[in-house]
């Protein structure tokens, strides 16, 4: 039976069918991945962009990503309630906080990626977002946790069996849903904003539909060697948390493969995100 966000496959192998079974759990079945990536040709393309555009590197990571689960749609599954499911669109979240001080409250963002989308129009939909949150304007999801986070423990501790209950059926709400970054199909945490030079391992969660977090590091000059000779080069560091069950290693890697081909041809990022990359 299909959901509200997934469509059920039907055509998986044994193995698949068992996985749920063995690894009952998303935060069991995750695996990392660290990968260092040359980003100067990105840094050179944002150098000659419009400044009036105000393309960020969180806009271009972004656009990078979106491209990616259209090219790579495994990317795109989740497992819920022991069952496989095709996410029906693809969403990437962050968390935007209204000010940069420690006491700022944090915001849900969720933006949904359109076929016809590409850098621009990805990076308005950001922008738009990053506004209304700058703006003091809660969502649903928003406020829905901030109302139930305050309640008595016993309270708040019967009302998430039955939110949790209920999502593993299809029973919540999509106003509750549609701006959780635990039901989206990326979760991004730009930490080189903050200028935090390493990308951590952030965890999954057993609540939603979530299956890939990752975060972005500073990008700073390090010294490879290409073709015998030292060159100095933009690094950024990124940091993979990915539900293994849904696709294999060798599929996680040629993904990964593709997401740096991107970034190494950053005008790419120009064309809309469901148009297929030959490399």
Do not use: W
């Amino acid at each position: 039976m299909n959901r509200k966000d997934g469509i059920k496959i039907k055509n998986r192998n044994g193995m698949q069918g068992l996985m749920p079974f063995i690894l009952k759990k998303r935060c069991d079945s995750e695996v990392y991945i660290n990968a260092k990536i040359d980003v100067t040709n990105l840094v050179k393309y944002k150098e000659s962009l419009n400044k009036d555009k105000n393309i960020t590197y969180f806009h271009l990571f972004a656009t990078a990503a979106s491209k990616l689960f259209y090219n790579r749609p495994l990317l795109n599954r989740f497992i819920i309630n022991k069952t496989y499911y095709d996410r029906k669109n693809v969403s990437l979240s962050f968390v935007a906080k209204k000010e940069f001080n420690d006491t700022s409250e944090e915001n849900l963002t969720v933006i949904n990626i359109q076929k016809d989308d590409n850098l621009f129009t990805i990076s308005d939909k950001i922008k738009g977002d990053v506004k209304s949150i700058r703006s003091k304007q809660n969502n649903s999801t928003d406020d829905f946790i901030d109302k139930i986070g305050k309640l008595p423990k016993f309270i708040r501790s019967i009302i998430m069996g039955i939110v949790k209950f209920a999502d593993n059926h299809d029973l919540l709400p999509k106003s509750l849903t549609a701006n959780s970054i635990y039901h989206s199909s990326l979760v991004l945490s730009n930490l080189g904003s903050i200028n935090c030079d390493a990308a951590i391992y952030h965890h999954l969660t057993d609540f939603g539909t979530n299956s890939i977090f990752m975060t972005i590091g500073k990008i700073k000059d390090e010294d490879r060697i290409i073709n015998g000779k030292n060159q100095k080069r933009k690094i950024c560091e990124f940091g993979l948390v990915l539900d293994e069950r849904i696709a294999d290693g060798y599929y996680f890697v040629k993904s990964l493969e593709l997401f740096e081909y991107i970034l190494n041809n950053p005008k790419l990022l120009e064309d809309n995100v469901n148009i297929k990359i030959n490399k």
